[in-house]
Nanobody, 122 residues
């Protein structure tokens, strides 16, 4: 069972920055060998949406709404993935979830963190 522990959320004024962290444990896979690692978010009354992902091959993908403001990265030694969020806007307010996906012995695995609240005030 994979455990994902997120941290770094909070309340920030518009234009400010936050860095989210997601530490993975409980698997033989490391953060850099998992097929895809990423961040999603869900605002009240809305569906969960992709924010940013990074693959084992270091390809990144960002939602159009965060391009140029957010950056996903990982620290392989700490088995942790980060989301640096700059120039935050009130519409970035949501619960942010860490997600990892990988395949092992022919089966696909998909795990979510518990979520961390990000609130951006205007």
């Amino acid at each position: 069972q994979v455990q994902l522990v997120e941290s770094g959320g909070g309340l920030v004024q518009a234009g400010g920055s936050l860095r989210l962290s997601c530490a993975a444990s409980g698997t033989i896979f490391t953060i850099n060998t998992m097929d895809t690692v990423g961040w999603y978010r869900q605002a009240p009354g809305k569906q969960r949406e992709l924010v940013a992902t990074i693959t084992s091959g270091d390809s990144t993908n960002y939602a159009d709404s965060v391009k140029g403001r957010f950056a996903i990265s990982r620290d392989n030694a700490k088995n942790t993935v980060y989301l640096q969020m700059n120039s935050l806007k009130p519409e970035d307010t949501a619960v942010y979830y860490c997600n990892v996906q990988f395949r092992w012995s022919g089966l696909g695995y998909n795990y979510w963190g518990q979520g961390t609240q990000v609130t951006v005030s205007s």
